[in-house]
């Protein structure tokens, strides 16, 4: 081998190392086929299952898996539709079954590729957290022997002695925020760790989301509540209409606190093209936390929910609640109470049902049961409408249609309070043979006939709110986890990790040559830009000297005109 070809190999060997360690990542290895053995398997697929191309696989595959489970009722979220789903698809509900997409979230597969992502990415972080650790205790590496064939590179001649352009290069890059020291003959100077440690910090914070979604699944609680002005509430699990948690869930981490209705106000557009539109929703209730607490006031609006210790009460519903007194034939009241009415358009036309179980007696003195199907208007507009044409209680009209028999309450079947069993009711009859209907404004009461009680709509129209109670405690967690995400990711993709080096050494002729030399990580316009300002700063603390022969003063040339080829 010749002595050129041998410098050459030299060359490149040094420029290997001023490149190398740019990056935290692991040294990629060609992967052989380990030998026999249960050692050998295990060393293999750990090296497998903490790479970074099957941890971005399992990333996608949690995404991919998640999609049924947005799109397929689950049984944690809704019951009832996922009873809907079986009747309607006799044929492919037992599939879903059999894969666990009715409980997508707590299915083996899914919770499989949970925990083999959350066990990759700990062993991607671990060691190159080490070799982060040991890059920002070490120092930056020294400058190769041919500045001229890093990519961004610039050389002049000067009359200043060779430690001064040194001290005067290394005070410059450290006011640029670069680690730098005197290596022999040049200044060794990095910058750019930030992106290897935001490279970290989204790994990490990715750890942290995960966590904080496993936490949030397995202790989390959310109950609704239908509340009329002037109820109370306590938070303990009878109180709830509707209540769903986590699997690790107790009664015992519910948070201890009450508080009432007091008054609940809706405001709406008037006139114009928006006429109807809710302009203001809001409740305003006494709460006190603890068994002991003080009460106090305050408003709950949408999207400003109460926060009670580690719940939040959200107000995310609004109807009538008319209050309705119902006699029976020896005009004794037995029923008196405001009923909530479920809303079904975006005007409030509601409707329910008001049952009378016990203390009934028909015109004979006989027990019976009443149960009335009530429709009701804000505003009614008048004829034959049965649609109310504004939200607010401009003109309210309760329509009723009342039956008797039994109700099949004791029957031992659940059945909904907004539902109206008819199968072993009869209806009323009115003077025509029809069945009684009747339209009641606020003061009105509508007879039933032969003497059998009376039905009415008293003056106080109450409104109700609906609150839906959540408990998330990995909420906090997963907000820091995806904003320690979002600005590690920003820090990796727009940091570039860079390094510089200035040689000051005396020629022959006795006269010092500067060279300044940067490298990048990547292609980046960035480190022959930066390259070019420090050399423009260092020319003016160390000017240019004239070529022997030549008497031009000359300047810094740029990456182009100062590399050797």
Same mark, same amino acid.
């Given at each position: ?53 099957? !941890? ?74 080490? +070799? ?8 930056? =590496? ?37 680690? !730098? ?80 209705? %007091? ?9 114009? =093209? ?26 709950? %609006? ?86 109310? +044409?504004?939200?607010?209680?401009? $003109? ?13 309450? $004791?029957? /031992? ?28 404004? =606020? ?6 006939? #032969? ?7 008293? %003056? ?5 709110? /609906? ?5 998330? =405690? /990995? ?31 005396? /020629? ?24 070019? #300002? ?32």
């Amino acid at each position: 081998m010749s002595t050129t070809e041998t410098d050459k190999g030299r060359e490149q060997e040094d420029l290997g190392a001023a490149g190398s360690r740019l990056s935290t990542a692991p040294q990629e290895e060609a992967v052989s086929l380990p030998g026999l053995g249960v050692v050998g398997w295990v060393r293999w697929f750990w090296r497998q299952l903490t790479s970074m191309r099957v !941890a971005l696989l399992l990333l996608l595959l949690l995404s991919l898996g998640a999609i049924p489970g947005s799109l397929i009722p689950q049984t944690g979220a809704d019951a009832t539709k996922v009873d809907g789903f079986r009747a309607a698809h006799k044929t492919l509900a037992p599939v879903y079954d059999k894969l666990g997409l009715f409980h997508v979230y707590s299915s083996v597969w899914f919770s499989a590729i949970y925990i083999l992502l959350f066990v990759s990415l700990i062993g991607c972080i671990v060691p190159r957290t080490w +070799q982060f650790v040991g890059q920002l205790r070490g120092r930056p =590496p020294g400058a190769p022997r041919r500045l001229d064939r890093l990519p961004a590179y610039t050389t002049w001649r000067t009359a200043a002695d060779p430690e001064q352009v040194r001290e005067a290069a290394l005070a410059l890059v450290r006011r640029r925020r670069f680690r !730098a020291h005197v290596a022999g003959d040049a200044v060794a100077a990095e910058k750019g760790y930030v992106r290897e440690l935001g490279n970290l910090v989204f790994h990490i914070a990715l750890i942290v989301l995960l966590v904080a979604f496993a936490s949030g699944q397995m202790y989390k609680s959310d109950g609704t509540k239908l509340m009329v002005e002037g109820d109370g509430f306590s938070n303990a699990l009878p109180m709830y209409d509707d209540f769903k948690s986590g699997s690790l869930f107790t009664t015992d981490d519910l948070s201890p606190f009450s508080f009432s209705l %007091k008054d609940f106000k809706g405001t709406y557009e008037l006139t114009g =093209p928006n006429r109807g539109t809710p302009r203001t929703f809001q409740a305003k209730v006494a709460y006190s936390e603890g068994a002991d607490g003080k009460e106090r006031s305050t408003t709950v %609006k949408v999207n400003e929910p109460l926060k009670i210790g580690e719940a939040k009460v959200y107000l995310v519903s609004h109807g009538y609640a008319p209050v309705i007194t119902v006699r029976d034939g020896k005009g004794e009241v037995v029923y008196q109470d405001a009923v909530p009415l479920l809303p079904l358009d975006g005007n409030v036309t509601s409707q329910g049902v008001i049952k009378v179980m016990d203390g009934y007696r028909d015109a004979q003195g006989k027990k019976d049961q009443l149960g009335v199907r009530a429709f009701f208007l804000p505003t009614y507009g008048g004829g034959a409408s049965v649609l109310s +044409q504004f939200p607010a209680l401009l $003109n309210p009209v309760l329509n009723l249609e009342p039956y008797h028999g039994d109700l099949g309450v $004791n029957s /031992g079947i659940p059945q909904s309070v907004y539902q109206l069993d008819k199968t072993h009711m009869k209806g009323f009859k009115d003077a025509r043979g029809q069945q009684l209907r009747g339209n009641l404004k =606020p003061g009105q009461t509508l007879k039933l006939p #032969d003497g059998a009680g009376s039905i009415t709509l008293e %003056k106080d129209v109450k409104e109700w709110a /609906g609150f839906e109670i959540v408990q998330e =405690p /990995g909420g906090g967690w997963a907000l820091a986890g995806a904003l320690g995400a979002i600005f590690g990711l920003a820090a990796s993709l727009f940091i570039q990790r860079r390094r510089v080096w200035v040689r000051a050494v005396r /020629g022959a002729d006795g006269v010092t040559v500067v060279e300044m030399a940067g490298l990048g990580r990547s292609e980046s316009a960035k480190v022959p830009e930066e390259l070019g #300002d420090l050399a423009a700063n260092l020319y003016d603390q160390a000017p240019g000297a004239p070529d022997p022969d030549d008497d031009s003063t000359p300047s810094p040339a740029g990456p182009a005109e100062g590399a050797e080829k």
